[in-house]
């Protein structure tokens, strides 16, 4: 990709940093939920859950994950006060257990968050391909569809911040209003009533519970996002926590609901059947055959453009963990470079960028071999990196959890119990099992068909990215001791 005029050569500089005082708290919420793509998860994690569980209280199953995701966002925001780096998990990990766990955690983080983007462009353009040919018969290869999309988002990367921020505010605020919408309409429909059939311990207290907890913590990832921005918030020692404990409510309390809307629309007895016919169509069948076609067809168009938030929220994310390692010089110091006119991270938005146009094309050559057709991005590369990508940020807020609770058993900072110990530890026995609980679903997650080596495969990759920052970090402290001296003594608040 070339620099656009915006960002030519003459601009860049690995001294300007990222942009000061520009994020709202609003700012920081529609930069959170974006990630977490209202649309995406109503439409297709939803039901995706229906279907492989076989359980109607997946609504249940949203309302606990926001639990356990707000019992780990008292500690994680108060960590956000002491400590502002985009690089927030290898800062965060750094400051509380050190240097070596910290870059660990650094690989760990930059893998996964490139993994859930790069994914999503599988689904992106198979989405917006089967939109584009349903509707003028054109028939439009996924990879160039998802390129489209990879053009726009590499923009908008190499540009500030606040205007990404505007456009996904855009975005996220006609996602909510589909989804609230087609939630009437199932209420209004309700072949079988509105009940809380849902909600009834037998519907999720058994076996499957494990299955819903590992499908659903996919809808919240992104969340722990707004960490990465707190150099770039109006005021990092309030905005962060505000932000994250705002996002996760609205996620949890809005998925809980709409699936429940979703069940009751299509009949709790029909939820689970209907889903495994439909999968991530269900929604925009019910519509047309409530006569709503009008409304499908603008669902349609936002889940794609819910897609594409998805896409520039986790651009945007890990072009700022290449940036703050860049400059922390645990990768190359030109990874620091950013836009003296608009303090974009440049080079960390043209990497992530390289990456991605990169498993693009790989994805594209291989995918022309393929018998699966047209769903060949949606089963192998959307399927595969976003739940790798999953498993490894899980992972990640679970060591994050006990980093917060070493960080303060040093220095308490006026904190109280419940923030520096407790809730903290709570949070890291929640995530540690919904982490276990993935592991153990992984075949499932990922759609394999008895055994197969990439229920080995890609948690290997993800975690083996872990133990090589570990490997580096001490590559680095007997090479360059300056370097890691100067990561050892930093202030972190």
Do not use: C
Not at 47 to 62: D, I
Not at 116 to 121: E, F, I, P, S, T
Not at 217 to 229: D, T, V
């Amino acid at each position: 990709m070339t620099t656009s005029p915006t960002t030519s050569t003459q601009d860049l500089s690995t001294e300007a940093g990222l942009a000061r005082r520009t994020l709202t708290v609003p700012h920081l919420v529609f930069l959170i939920i974006a990630a977490s793509a209202p649309l995406t998860v109503v439409a297709g994690g939803a039901p995706t859950s229906f279907a492989v569980t076989g359980l109607t209280g997946v609504p249940v199953g949203y309302l606990a994950l926001g639990l356990i995701l707000v019992v780990f966002a008292i500690g994680y925001g108060a960590m956000s006060a002491q400590v502002q780096n985009a690089g927030a998990f290898y800062a965060y990990v750094s400051a509380g257990l050190g240097v070596r766990q910290g870059i660990g955690a650094s690989m760990l983080a930059l893998i996964s968050y490139n993994a859930m983007q790069v994914g999503l462009y599988g689904i992106f353009g198979f989405a917006l391909a089967s939109f584009v040919s349903a509707k003028t018969d054109v028939d439009v290869p996924w990879w160039a569809a998802a390129l489209v999309g990879f053009v726009v988002v590499g923009w908008l990367g190499l540009n500030k911040i606040d205007l990404s921020a505007k456009v996904l505010a855009v975005v996220v605020v006609l996602e909510f209003a589909v989804v609230i919408a087609v939630n009437v309409v199932s209420f209004v429909v309700a072949p079988e009533g509105v009940g809380a059939e849902p909600f009834a311990p037998e519907n999720w207290a058994t076996h499957g519970i494990g299955a819903v907890l590992a499908f659903g913590i996919a809808a919240f990832m992104g969340f722990e996002s707004g960490a990465i921005y707190s150099e770039e918030v109006k005021d990092p020692r309030r905005s962060v926590a505000r932000a994250t404990f705002i996002a996760v409510g609205i996620i949890a309390l809005f998925y809980a609901f709409s699936a429940w809307a979703l069940a009751v629309g299509v009949g709790v007895s029909n939820v689970v059947p209907l889903s495994q016919e439909y999968g991530p169509d269900l929604m925009f069948v019910f519509l047309e055959e409530q006569g709503t076609v009008l409304l499908a067809d603008i669902a349609n168009v936002l889940f794609v453009t819910s897609l594409f938030a998805a896409l520039m929220a986790f651009h945007n994310a890990a072009a700022r963990y290449f940036f703050s390692l860049g400059r922390a010089r645990v990768l190359p110091h030109v990874l620091a470079s950013s836009s003296r006119r608009n303090h974009a991270p440049v080079a960390g938005s043209i990497a992530q960028s390289a990456l991605a146009l990169t498993l693009i094309v790989i994805f594209a050559v291989v995918g022309a071999r393929s018998e699966l057709g047209p769903l060949f991005p949606v089963v192998t590369m959307f399927t595969w990196l976003t739940n790798a990508g999953a498993f490894g940020l899980v992972f990640l807020l679970f060591i994050t959890s006990i980093a917060v609770i070493a960080y303060f058993w040093r220095d308490n900072r006026g904190y109280p119990a419940l923030v520096r110990l407790w809730a903290p530890a709570l949070a890291a026995l929640g995530l540690g099992t919904v982490f276990a609980l993935i592991l153990v679903n992984f075949d499932v997650m990922i759609g394999a068909e008895g055994p197969s080596p990439l229920v080995v495969v890609m948690p290997a990759i993800i975690l083996g990215a872990g133990v090589v920052g570990l490997v580096w970090g001490e590559v680095l402290r007997r090479t360059r001791p300056h370097v890691f001296a100067a990561l050892r003594d930093a202030d972190v608040g």
